[in-house]
């Protein structure tokens, strides 16, 4: 569920400020800064945001971070190189701490190397895991640190509400941008809308075929926005009684 967005507009008037987190790492913090203090709040990020500085400035708000990350912004953190990973074999990993601050630096090997940085996971418990081997053609156990259990579990939340946007997404076209992302917003909303709905529905036991689907809930907000500011009333025939009430608006009413 999207808690807030910020919408890219490049420099100010020309100018762009400069900052020690760069660009990516002042975008986590304004987004960040309208969290509640001190509900023990985590951030999952891919590695165009993660640096060590962004790390230290959450925590001093209270705020934990796990993250992929480059190996350019991790300066004096000096992590085994991919090659000799790759020699000691799947599931090898190496570790550095920032003692400071706790910061864990984890790099590990499945397929390929991945690095991590986080301020709330570290590489134990060590766990064995199912990996599957192209060149035997079976499974194989892979020794999987935990930090990285900690950023699959949680990461892709951003990937899923694209997915869920773009599923019943309707086309439009307009030489206007901001009405792109006017329309974008609308369509957040309505998926929020959802999955609060979809929330409040498990919270009650409902039945899983009881609950609205995507689509049928659009339909039905649809039919509802519509009838916003109506009133029901029957108008007289001669020839037959009308059943169904018409609906008219105030504005109509008032005419």
Known sequence: MICDFDAYQGSVNGIRAESELGLSGDVVMKLASTLPVGQNYKIYA????????LVVKLLDHGIHYVGTARQVRLPNCNLEEEKSLKKKGRGSFDIRVETNHNIFAVKWYDSRAVTLVSSLAGPHPVQNIQRWDKANKTYVEVERPSIVATYNKYMGGVDLLDSFTAKYKFPMKSRRWYVYIFWHTIILAVINAWLLYKRDCRALKMAKQEILTTREFQADLASSLILVNTTPMK?????????????????????
């Open 46 to 53: 891919d590695n165009y945001f993660t640096c060590v500085q």
């Open 235 to 255: 108008t007289p025939s001669s020839n037959c009684d009308i059943k169904e009430p018409v609906y008219c608006s105030e504005e109509t009413i008032l005419r």
